[in-house]
């Protein structure tokens, strides 16, 4: 199989840890983004696996053959690069076979059909000879993800290949890269930073912080049951709202209270919350699954809107505390307003204030589920 | 433009600013050049106190003169070996100093030392190392390669040194150039390399130079000059034009005539051929160089 795991890899650079114990895995013929914000460590762990750095601790395994101190060009892994890296003296055709005719044993003739067939599944057919001076952005993006192609490598590795393009060329090539990955599935890893990319393009979605990783899952699971406090403030858009608060019980109805507020769990609560009466949370509840009702249990003094179009987003504080929620587009909300908010019981999320971990969903389904998914690719937790 | 300035319109005042400079180039540059020019018409006495013009009669003396057509070979030869030379291993420890990463500021200090040297103070190093008698260099040079080391007798051995003496002096200038052109290559470029699993020597053929070519070109033509004109000391400390004429450059050629022979009138017709000469290669030199060099 053509996977890719590693295992407790650790990067440092002098006193600082870029890559700190990440197992990965990467299932054959899958599409896992690597997502996070800049400088957790996520293009260093996709260099770590190309082999343009070296880890400190830990190893990385490719197609089940242990690779960590092979070098790159033996590695049988293409890469694309954000800044494209094609060799700017030479034609696109001749970035694309470059690495084909010097270091491998293929003949002319297979060469070409390869150019050929990469050249007509990315639509540059007409571009072969062209240098790269003479193409735009997204063009020169074709032709690097083209020298990839040509390569037919175990695995596919992606440095924020759509970053250097205008935000409709993005949005187009993202559907593409999704398209070549449905025909060709070649095992693909692709960093981001955009959690909008990582949603949309991963069959599975790893979401990372400081050197660790802190959930590996698919985009649904990672928005209804986000493991940590990092994912669930990270992913969305806007991400989840938190606040700390404290678990209050009233025979057998449980709130959540901070200040003046208070937002009740649907019956039945589980053990893992009821243990924790008086105890400080942080709860968490999204933009979406707000809404407004009179007399809501939440009261936000608004302090900005923003019309989306499909959505009025409206920020706000509650109490001390800012949040944001999603209205229907056309509301009747002023800056300076009080509106009266409630949270859908069904979509409320607690974590734990010191270690940031989901202990519990409402959504009872999506928990059990997560559960699965956590103790199946995460055998080792730092948090 | 902002509110408080004003445009400054006075033609004069131009004038004036630029005066020091207008000053300093004509003294030094134009009226010079000129001189040489009218002095190549004339034949001179008494350090050119006494002048007869005698139109291209110069001219026609040094073209039918063969020992100043010996020269003129023997300096495009040299130009030729010098500005190749210095190139190449230039290039070659440039690459080096680039893929090296332990010790590369003492290497990098090596390297360019002799460029850091005057060029007086090279040649008189160069002539010790490889001296005939009392070299350091010589008695293994006479070993391992067979040859009776006498480049003060023999014409050959003359020329070799003095062109050894002008690349390894040149190559420091050529290497921090190429340094900072390879410096230049994006590193994601190096990283593809890396990917595609090409060979050292390879991607510095097929991805570095051609990244480098428009400081290469810079190079050729800065390299060219110096082999015409920065040859003088080297010459004059090692061989003096010799043994029997073999590193009689033009360069030297012309310092003789001019100071040694008192014939300003010859020097300067030389001065001329050699100016026309230069400027004609480096025109050439850039003209090609337009079609390869990728800017």
């Not at chain 2, 010859?266 to 004609?280: K, N, P, R």
């Amino acid at each position: 199989m053509t996977g890719i795991t590693t295992t407790d890899l650790v990067k440092r650079f002098d006193d600082v840890t870029a890559v700190d114990g990440v197992d990965l895995n990467v299932r054959e013929g899958e599409f896992l983004v690597l997502v996070g914000p800049s400088g957790c460590g996520k293009s260093t762990t996709l260099r770590l696996l190309a082999g343009l750095e070296s880890p400190t601790e830990g190893a990385v395994a490719i197609a089940d053959e242990d690779v960590t101190t092979t070098s790159p060009g033996e590695r049988d892994v293409a890469m694309v690069f954000q800044s494209y890296a094609l060799y700017p003296h030479m034609t696109a055709r001749e970035n694309m076979t470059f690495g084909l005719t010097t270091a491998t044993q293929f003949t002319d003739d297979e060469v070409n059909d390869r150019v050929a067939e990469a050249a007509e599944i990315l639509d540059i057919e007409d571009l072969l000879d062209r240098t790269p001076s003479a193409l735009s952005g997204g063009e020169q993006q074709r032709v690097a993800i083209g020298r990839a192609l040509v390569r037919d490598p175990e695995v596919f590795l992606m440095d924020e290949p759509l970053s250097n393009l205008d935000a409709k060329l993005r949005v187009q090539m993202r559907a593409e890269l999704a398209e070549l990955h449905a025909q060709l599935q070649t095992t693909t890893l692709y960093v981001t930073h955009d959690q909008v990319e990582a949603m949309t393009l991963g069959d599975r979605v790893a979401v990372m912080n400081d050197g660790e990783i802190q959930q590996v899952a698919p985009p649904q699971l990672l928005y209804d049951a986000p493991a940590t406090r990092f994912v669930a403030e990270f992913i969305g858009s806007p991400g989840m709202n938190t606040v700390e608060g404290t678990i209050k019980r009233r025979g057998d109805a449980v709130h959540v209270t901070w200040e003046q507020n208070t937002v009740p769990l649907p019956r039945p609560v589980p053990e893992a919350v009821t243990s924790r009466a008086g105890e400080s949370v942080v709860l968490g509840v999204r933009p979406e699954d707000l809404s407004q009702e009179k007399r809501g249990p939440l009261n936000m003094e608004v302090t900005v809107t923003e019309p989306l179009g499909d959505s009025l987003l409206t920020r706000g504080v509650v109490g001390a505390t800012e949040m944001e929620v999603s209205l229907p587009p056309r509301s009747a909300v002023n800056v300076g307003d009080v509106l009266s908010l409630t949270a859908d019981p069904q979509r409320l999320h607690l974590f734990d204030v010191e270690t940031g971990a989901a202990f519990y969903h409402s959504a009872d389904d999506v928990a059990s589920e997560a559960t699965d998914q956590t103790a199946r690719d995460a055998p080792r937790s730092r948090t | 433009m902002g509110v408080h300035e004003n445009t400054f319109d006075s033609t004069l005042g131009a004038y004036l600013l630029l005066l020091p400079t207008l000053v300093a180039i004509v003294a030094f540059l134009y009226y010079p050049s000129l001189q040489t020019l009218r002095f190549s018409f004339f034949q001179t006495f008494l350090f050119g106190q006494n002048t007869r013009f005698v139109g291209l009669a110069n001219f026609t003396e040094l073209l039918s003169s063969q020992v100043y057509l010996t020269s003129v070979g023997l300096t495009i030869a040299f130009a030729a070996i010098v500005v190749v030379g210095s190139l190449a291993v230039g290039l070659a420890v440039a690459f080096l100093l680039y893929e090296v990463s332990d010790g590369k500021a003492a290497y990098l200090i090596a390297a360019i030392w002799p460029y850091a040297l005057p060029t007086a103070v090279a040649g008189t190093v160069l002539l010790f190392l490889a001296h005939p008698s009392v070299g350091i260099y010589t008695h293994y040079i006479e070993a391992w390669f067979g040859v009776e080391v006498d480049w003060f007798t023999v014409g050959w051995q003359g020329f070799a040194v003095v062109a050894i003496a002008a690349i390894w002096k040149q190559i420091g200038y050529n290497v921090i150039f190429m340094l900072a052109a390879l410096n230049n290559v994006p590193e994601s470029l190096n990283e593809a390399c890396e990917l595609d699993g090409i060979e050292t020597w390879r991607r510095l053929v097929r991805v570095y130079i051609p990244l480098m070519s428009p400081t290469l070109v810079f190079l050729v033509v800065i390299n060219t000059i110096y082999a015409f004109f920065g040859s003088f000391a080297l010459i004059d400390l090692m061989t003096q034009g010799g043994p029997t004429n073999a590193t009689n450059l033009m360069i030297y050629q012309l310092y003789r005539d001019a100071f040694q022979f008192n014939n300003l009138g010859l020097a300067s017709a030389q001065s001329v051929i050699l100016f026309v000469l230069v400027a004609g290669l480096t025109f050439v030199q850039l003209r090609v160089s337009d079609r390869y060099a990728h800017y």
